[in-house]
C-alpha cells in the first residue's frame, strides 16, 4: 500500500499515547451539509480522532429510526453522494485533518465509484457488503490507497474472522450486538469476550460500535477495545435541535463531552 | 479464498448475499438448512403431504376455450394457481419455508408482504404449524389492503405497519431485515420472492418450481404436447420462474410481463427491465430502478404484488441471454384483460395475474393461428374486487 494511512497514523499516534480512539458518526446532510461541516469541524476541535460520514441512502437496512430520519431529512434536501465528496473536499480545503471514514451501502458506492476518484476519503465501511462480495471494492480500494473496513458481528463464526481481518486495514470494527444501529440502554454483557475472540486473529486495532450513547458504555468499550463510536446518540441529539429549530452545534458539543470517558 | 458464498448464490454477474455481516451467518444456516430438508425424506414426505391434503395441489391446468377464440384462434392454457389455497401461488414457498423454519428450531417467522397475499399466506402456514408470525407491511399498502390485513390478524399474525420511505413493499423489507438481524437466534425470515440475499432466490424458487413441474405434465398429457409460449407477470417473479423453470430445456417462448403502470414513458411504473439497471437492493445485484446516484425509485402499479423496484437476480441473465423475453402491461391494459378473463372464462384473476393476460390480448394477433400458449393464472382476483370498483367509480 501507499504512503501510511492517515487512519494508521492516527492510531500509530494514540497508541503512543496509550489512548483511545473516539470515532464520532454523522449522517452528511442532516440537516444540510453547511451544518455537517460546522459539526465535523466541532468534532476536531472536540478531540475526535476518526470521523464517520454517513451517504444518505434511500433503504438503510442495516440503520435503525435515528440514522434512517437522518438519511431521510438529507435525501430530501436532495443531498446526493456527489454532494457529499465536495463537501468533504471543503473541509480538506479548510485544513480539517481527521482521517474519514465513509460509511454507505453498497449501490450508492458503486455509483461514486463509477464517476472517479475518492478525494479526501480516508476509509470506507460499506455496512451490506461482506468480503465475500468484495473483490472489486477491495482492488479499487487498495489502488487508491483508501482503507478497507470490515465489521465483525456477534453472529460471525470463529471461521470467519481471519478473513475480516485479512479483508479489512485501518481498523477493524466491532458490531456490539445483533440488530440495527441505535443507542441501547446497555451493552451486552459478553462484550469483553468478543472484542478478545478477536484479538488472537488481527493486529489491527478495534473499534466498537452500535448502541453506545452514555459515558459508561463509552468507558466500558475503552477498557477493552481501541476506539469507541458514536452514532446515533449523537445523531439523536441533533434531530432534537433541529426539531426545536435550533443550531444543533452547541448541543452537539455539549452532549461529545458529555459522553467521552477519556 | 473460499467462502460460503463464492460462486454460490451467483446467476451470473446477478444474485449475492450483499448483507450486513449479522445476517451472513444466518443465511449459511439457512442454505445448509436446505441442503439438509431436500436431502430428507421425511421433509420432503411431509411437504408433498401438504400441499395435496392441505393446499389443494396439485392445481388444474384450465384451458381458456372462450378466450382463446376471442383472439383469433389461438390455444390458451391457464395454470389454476388462484385454486391454490389462499388463492395464489404464493403459499408453495410460505409452506414450504415455514416446514424448513420448523425443522430447523425456529419458532418465529417474520415476513414482508406488499398486496398482502404473501401475507396471509405466511399467516396461514404458521397458524397450521403453531409458529408465532409477525408481518410488515407498509402504512399505504396496508391502507389499500385492509381486507388482507384483518385476514392475517383472524390467522393470528402480527401485522406491524411500516412508516417510513415510500411505505410499501420495500420498506416493509427494510424493516424485516432490521428485525432479523435483531433476532436471528429464533427467527426465520421468509421471504416471499425471489428476492433477496443467497439462498433465498433459490430457495423461493425451488418452492415454486412445482408450477411448472406440474404444468409440463399436464399440457402434455392434456394438448398432447410442449407449449410454444409460455407467459407470466413479474414483480419479484417467482410465479414467473416457478412456471418457467421446468421449460427452461425446451424449445418454448417465454414471456415475463412487468407493470407498465401509467406507461414506461411517465417514469410511473415497475418496469425494471426496461427501465431500470443494473444494482444492489435487499441484499442481491439485479435490475432495479434507480437514480443516477444509486437512490431505488419508488413505484407505480395498479398491482400491489408487482410495485417493487427490483426483479429477482435469476430473470436478469435470462433476460440479457434473451432466453426470457421481457415486456409490460400497463394498468389501463390489466384492467381491460381482468375485465375480458372474467367475463369469457369465469374467472376473476389477480391484478398481477391480469398483466401477463395483458401481453397476450395486445400481442395475439402477432402470433400464428393455433398457437398454445401456457399462462400462470398466479392469483385470483378476489382481494382486488374493491379496488376496481373504486376506479370504476362505483362504491361498495
Known amino acids: ?262 | 479464498m473460499t467462502g460460503p458464498f463464492d460462486a454460490a448464490g451467483r446467476f451470473g454477474p446477478y444474485g449475492g448475499a450483499y448483507v450486513p455481516e449479522t445476517l451472513v451467518a444466518p443465511l449459511e444456516e439457512l442454505t445448509r438448512g436446505w441442503a439438509e430438508a431436500q436431502a430428507d425424506p421425511s421433509f420432503t414426505d411431509e411437504l408433498r403431504h401438504m400441499l395435496t391434503h392441505w393446499a389443494g395441489r396439485p392445481t388444474p391446468l384450465s384451458r381458456a376455450e372462450r378466450l382463446g377464440a376471442a383472439l383469433g384462434s389461438i390455444e390458451v392454457w391457464l395454470k389454476r394457481e388462484d385454486l391454490n389455497h389462499t388463492g395464489a401461488h404464493k403459499l408453495n414457498n410460505a409452506l414450504g419455508q415455514a416446514l424448513l423454519a420448523r425443522r430447523m428450531g425456529k419458532s418465529r417467522i417474520i415476513a414482508e408482504t406488499g398486496a398482502g397475499q404473501h401475507g396471509v399466506a405466511t399467516a396461514t402456514a404458521c397458524a397450521r404449524l403453531g409458529l408465532e408470525c409477525i408481518v410488515y407491511m407498509g402504512s399505504v399498502d396496508a391502507e389499500r389492503q385492509a381486507l388482507n390485513v384483518y385476514r392475517m390478524r383472524l390467522l393470528g399474525a402480527e401485522v406491524r405497519t411500516v412508516d417510513s420511505g415510500s411505505k410499501t413493499l420495500k420498506d416493509a423489507i427494510n424493516e424485516a431485515l432490521r428485525d432479523w438481524v435483531a433476532h436471528v437466534d429464533d427467527t426465520h425470515y421468509l421471504l416471499g420472492s425471489v428476492l433477496g440475499p443467497h439462498p433465498y432466490p433459490t430457495l423461493v424458487r425451488d418452492f415454486q418450481a412445482i408450477i411448472g413441474r406440474e404444468a409440463r405434465e399436464q399440457i402434455l398429457s392434456q394438448a398432447g404436447g410442449l407449449p410454444d409460449v409460455l407467459v407470466a407477470c413479474v414483480g419479484g417473479g417467482s410465479n414467473a420462474i416457478g412456471l418457467f423453470h421446468a421449460f427452461l430445456g425446451d424449445p418454448c417462448r417465454m414471456v415475463g410481463v412487468e407493470a407498465g403502470g401509467e406507461g414506461v414513458a411517465t417514469g410511473r411504473h415497475a418496469a425494471r427491465f426496461e427501465g431500470g439497471s443494473p444494482g444492489v437492493l435487499h441484499g442481491t445485484h439485479t435490475y432495479l430502478l434507480q437514480d443516477a446516484w444509486g437512490m431505488v425509485n419508488e413505484t407505480h402499479s395498479v398491482s400491489a404484488g408487482l410495485d417493487y423496484p427490483a426483479v429477482g437476480p435469476e430473470h436478469a441473465p435470462l433476460r440479457d441471454s434473451g432466453r426470457i423475453e421481457f415486456s409490460s402491461a400497463t394498468d389501463d391494459e390489466a384492467l381491460d384483460a381482468f375485465h375480458r378473463c372474467s367475463r369469457l372464462e369465469g374467472i376473476l384473476p389477480a391484478l398481477e395475474s391480469s398483466h401477463a393476460l395483458a401481453w397476450l390480448v395486445r400481442e395475439a394477433g402477432s402470433l400464428p393461428r393455433g398457437c398454445r400458449v401456457l399462462l400462470n393464472l398466479s392469483g385470483r382476483g378476489d382481494k382486488d374486487v374493491r379496488q376496481i370498483a373504486g376506479r370504476e367509480g362505483v362504491d361498495l
Open chain 1, 1 to 262: 500500500m501507499s504512503p501510511t494511512s492517515r487512519i494508521v497514523e492516527r492510531f500509530d499516534r494514540l497508541g503512543d499515547r496509550g489512548r483511545k480512539a473516539f470515532v464520532p458518526y454523522l449522517t452528511a446532510g442532516d440537516p444540510d451539509l453547511e451544518t455537517t461541516l460546522a459539526l465535523a469541524r466541532m468534532l476536531e476541535r472536540e478531540g475526535a480522532d476518526i470521523l464517520e460520514l454517513g451517504v444518505p441512502f434511500t433503504d438503510p437496512i442495516a440503520d435503525g429510526p435515528v440514522n434512517q430520519r437522518a438519511a431521510q431529512r438529507a435525501l430530501d434536501r436532495g443531498v446526493t453522494p456527489g454532494d457529499v465528496l465536495q463537501a468533504i473536499a471543503e473541509l480538506r480545503r479548510t485544513g480539517f485533518e481527521l482521517p474519514i471514514v465513509l460509511f454507505t451501502y453498497s449501490n450508492p458506492l458503486l455509483r461514486l465509484q463509477a464517476r472517479g476518484p475518492l478525494e479526501g476519503v480516508d476509509g470506507i465501511l460499506v455496512t451490506d457488503l461482506p468480503p465475500e462480495e468484495a473483490d472489486d471494492h477491495l482492488s479499487r480500494c487498495r489502488a487508491a490507497g483508501i482503507d478497507t473496513i470490515f465489521l465483525a458481528a456477534p453472529t460471525t463464526p470463529e471461521n470467519r474472522i481471519p478473513r475480516l481481518a485479512e479483508s479489512s486495514t485501518g481498523f477493524l470494527y466491532v458490531v456490539s450486538s445483533k440488530g440495527v444501529t441505535g443507542a441501547r440502554t446497555a451493552l451486552p454483557q459478553d462484550l469483553e469476550a468478543q472484542v478478545s475472540r478477536l484479538r488472537p486473529h488481527t493486529s489491527l486495532p478495534l473499534c466498537v460500535g452500535f448502541g453506545i450513547g452514555s459515558r459508561d458504555s463509552a468507558a466500558r468499550v475503552c477498557s477493552v477495545a481501541d476506539g469507541y463510536v458514536v452514532g446515533s446518540a449523537l445523531g439523536a441529539v441533533i434531530e432534537v435541535a433541529v426539531g426545536e429549530g435550533n443550531d444543533p452545534l452547541p448541543a452537539a458539543q455539549q452532549f461529545v463531552r458529555s459522553i467521552d470517558p477519556r
